[in-house]
């Protein structure tokens, strides 16, 4: 249903200044546009806040005409949690402004800012934040989804270098969180964040940090068993990253297998470390020493803005299994084969030392997917809305395959721990209960207190939104 033109005359009268775009106005069609054209829906209006006062008022008038609020930061989101048919999005992409205090070391950031913008203010005093691996993804979402980046081995998780945030909540109000204000706020917002609120700042820790060694190395498939075993043999290796997977991007005539290599330290050690995997003779051998911030622009080529894509977690536990890497390899081309324009779909395994990240208890924070695990995902991308289904379904049983190869490795112990699977990665096929695993039932009774009416049910809904409301 639309909305009427009575409501939206209200609703830009109770605005400070900031813009609602209509359907065919100039700067809705930017308002709705996401990074997956598979996500993007047709919102029966866009407001782009340009204070936080205004992000407050669009939250309070759609929690009292019952319209559905979609909120979009980077819009990376492949599940269309950012996306609204028919409802409303706060478009925070005017909030993007980045401060750093290099005396404190710590960086202060808008809730609209995406990655890049943190990377490039910090690096100006020597400075980085654990962010996340592309740099055109939001700050908000891969924070408040958990935060994986080239410096977690080092770090930990984003979240667990978060110092607080600022949050509008369902009522409007406008709320501070942090281990010692909110405190219950602040642990639901890390892991399960857009159930509760529009965060409009995030404060992180900042860190020093100097140039690194990093690149894209691409092999034939043929030298699966060479990279597996490199990668097997790295797992426990200090501020070394690996991930590997594969493509079929032009002008190659089939899949191809592409490694991104990191190390957090001098040339001379990196390439100590990681000559086994150069001497097996890669196609294209990228690694160089670069700046910190450079490093998050590696992969955008590999996925841009544009077409329609979809993504779905797992995950894999040490030592990887060539077997299982060829299965997948085996599974991909069966799928391009049958759907050639999802050629540059991506399929990784991510090698990231999970050791830091198991620092920090799975009941500290929202997020349950702490475990001895590291995560695989499929990145798919294709061109025609006929193709849907198929890709959705690719995604699956790339999942599956992961999550059997643990089964057959660990038996029932694949249920303890983490819920093996990054929500981030997951935003269309799971439940929130699988999502939030140990953690949910508290979840449950926080959303009562922080969000009794369900305004924010756009993303893993810990409540699921009520249909034709």
């Known amino acids: ?30 308002g709705i546009r996401r990074w997956s054209e598979y996500s993007e829906k047709n919102a029966g209006a866009v407001v782009t806040p340009n204070s936080v006062a205004d992000v407050s008022a669009t939250v309070v008038f759609c929690a009292t005409h019952s319209i559905e609020l979609a909120v979009c930061g980077g819009g990376h989101s492949t599940g269309g949690s950012s996306s609204t048919e028919g409802g409303i999005v706060i478009d925070l992409s005017l909030l993007r402004a980045v401060t750093v205090d290099p005396a404190a070391k710590t960086i202060s950031v808008q809730g609209g800012a995406l990655w890049a913008d943190v990377d490039t203010a910090a690096a100006a005093h020597g400075l980085a934040a654990v962010g996340g691996t592309v740099n055109h993804t939001g700050v ?6 958990g935060g994986w980046g080239w410096l977690t081995p080092r770090y930990g998780m984003v979240i667990d270098n978060l110092l607080s945030a600022t949050v509008v909540l369902a009522d409007g109000s406008v709320a501070k969180a942090s281990e ?26 900042a860190y020093e940090q100097g140039a690194v060694w990093a690149g894209l190395v691409v092999f034939p498939v043929e030298q699966i068993p060479g990279v597996v075993e490199f990668a097997n043999s790295i797992s426990d290796v200090e501020d070394a990253v690996l991930h590997f997977g594969f493509s079929a991007p032009p002008p190659q005539k089939g899949p191809v297998l592409m490694v991104v290599v990191f190390y957090n330290g001098p040339e001379e050690k990196a390439k100590e470390i990681f000559a086994p995997l150069i001497a097996l003779g890669p196609l294209v ?8 911030e450079a490093v998050n622009g590696l992969m955008n080529h590999a ?29 991909f081309s069966a799928f391009i084969a049958r759907v050639p324009d999802a050629n540059e779909t991506l399929v990784i395994f991510e090698c990231v030392n999970p050791a830091k990240i198991l620092e920090v208890p799975q009941s500290a924070t929202a997020f349950a997917n702490r475990g001895h695990y590291m995560n695989g995902a499929t990145m798919t991308r294709w061109l025609s809305p006929d193709d849907d289904l198929a890709c959705r379904q690719f995604a699956r049983d790339f999942s599956s395959l992961l999550l059997e190869e643990r089964k057959r490795k660990e038996g029932d112990a694949v249920d ?24 949910y039932d508290r979840l449950v009774e926080l959303k009562k207190k922080f969000d009794s009416g369900n305004v924010f049910c756009r993303w893993h809904p810990i409540v699921p939104p009520v249909k034709g409301a």
């Open 140 to 145: 908000g979402g891969l924070t408040l989804g």
């Open 303 to 331: 996925v841009p803005h544009g077409a329609r894509k979809t993504s779905k977690g797992s995950s894999f536990t040490m030592p990887v299994s060539p077997a299982l890497v060829q299965s997948v390899l085996d599974h």
């Open 285 to 292: 051998n990228t690694a160089a020493t670069m700046p910190y």
């Open 180 to 205: 010692t204000e909110n405190s219950d706020l602040f642990w639901a917002i890390r892991g399960a964040g857009q159930n509760f609120g529009v965060v409009v700042e995030f404060v992180f820790r």
């Open 1 to 30: 249903m639309a909305i009427s033109a009575e409501l939206i005359e209200q609703l830009r009268a109770g605005l400070g200044g900031s813009r609602v775009y209509l359907p065919g106005e100039d700067g809705y069609r930017n």
């Open 416 to 439: 303890k721990g983490g819920v093996g699977q990054y929500a981030n990665y997951s935003e269309t096929f799971a439940s929130a209960r699988e999502i939030y695993g140990e953690n």
